[in-house]
C-alpha cells in the first residue's frame, strides 16, 4: 500500500509530530511506500486570493504546490491527516490545504441542483486530532466540527472513506496518557498496514 501522511502542526516536538514519525516508521518497517506532505515545511500559503479564486471554479489554480499535492493524493491508498484543534477546528493551513486542493472536477462535481458527487474514490483516510478539552464538551457543546465539516462534509463528500478517527482529547494529561494514546496508534497501523 502507498500511504500519504499530512502534518500542519509547527511544534516539532507535539504529539502530532511524533506520532507522524511514528506512523512512518512502522509502514516502512512492513514494507509500504510512505510520502508526507509537510505544510509547515513546505511554506504553503493557505491564501486564496483573487487570482486563485478566479481559476478554482474551472479546477485551476496559480499554486505549484497544490498541483503536486493532487498527485501524491492520486498516488496513495490512504491519507493520515494529523491536527490539533484550535478553536474547534484544524489550523488554518490545514484548512487552506482543502480548500484550494480539492478543486472541482478533479476532488468533485457539482450537479445543477447543488448536490456534490466526490471524485476521489477507492482512498482510504484515518483522522488524528489532538485536543486539550474533553471529548464530552468538544462533541456535546461545540457538536464536534471535525467530524461534521471536514470527516463527513469534506472528505466523504469527496469520496474518501474514513476508516478511523482517532479523537485525542485532554492532550495535556501527561506523559503517561500520552503514550498510552501513541501506543493505541501504533497498534492500529501496525494492524492495518498487514
Known amino acids: 500500500m502507498q500511504f500519504l501522511i499530512i502534518e500542519s502542526h509547527p511544534y516539532r516536538e507535539s504529539f502530532n509530530t511524533n506520532a507522524a514519525a511514528m506512523i512512518r516508521k512502522v509502514l516502512t ?7 508526507t506532505i509537510d505544510l509547515i515545511n513546505d ?7 483573487t487570482d486563485d479564486l478566479k481559476l478554482w471554479s474551472k479546477g485551476k489554480t496559480t499554486d505549484k504546490l497544490v498541483e503536486k499535492y493532487k498527485k501524491m493524493i492520486t498516488n496513495a491508498d490512504m491519507l ?5 484543534v484550535w478553536w474547534g477546528n484544524m489550523p488554518a493551513i490545514l484548512k487552506g490545504f482543502w480548500d484550494k486542493v480539492l478543486l472541482p472536477g ?22 488524528i486530532t489532538t485536543m486539550s478539552v474533553p471529548s464530552v464538551f468538544f462533541n456535546d457543546y ?13 472528505l466523504e463528500v469527496c469520496g474518501f ?16 496518557y500520552t503514550e ?15
Do not use: C
Open 43 to 49: 511554506k504553503f500559503d493557505p491564501v486564496m486570493y
Open 106 to 127: 478533479w476532488a468533485y462535481t457539482l450537479a445543477e441542483d447543488g448536490s456534490l458527487s466526490g471524485l476521489i474514490t477507492g482512498k482510504k483516510a484515518v483522522v
Open 180 to 194: 498510552e494514546k501513541m501506543r493505541e496508534i501504533e497498534r492500529f497501523f501496525a494492524i492495518v498496514s498487514n
Open 161 to 176: 472513506e474514513v476508516s478511523k478517527h482517532f479523537e485525542i482529547e485532554k492532550i495535556d494529561s501527561g506523559r503517561e
Open 80 to 84: 493520515v491527516i494529523l491536527f490539533p
Open 29 to 35: 518497517g512492513k514494507g509500504h511506500t510512505v510520502e
Open 142 to 154: 461545540l457538536q464536534n466540527p471535525v467530524r461534521g465539516a471536514f470527516i463527513k462534509n469534506t
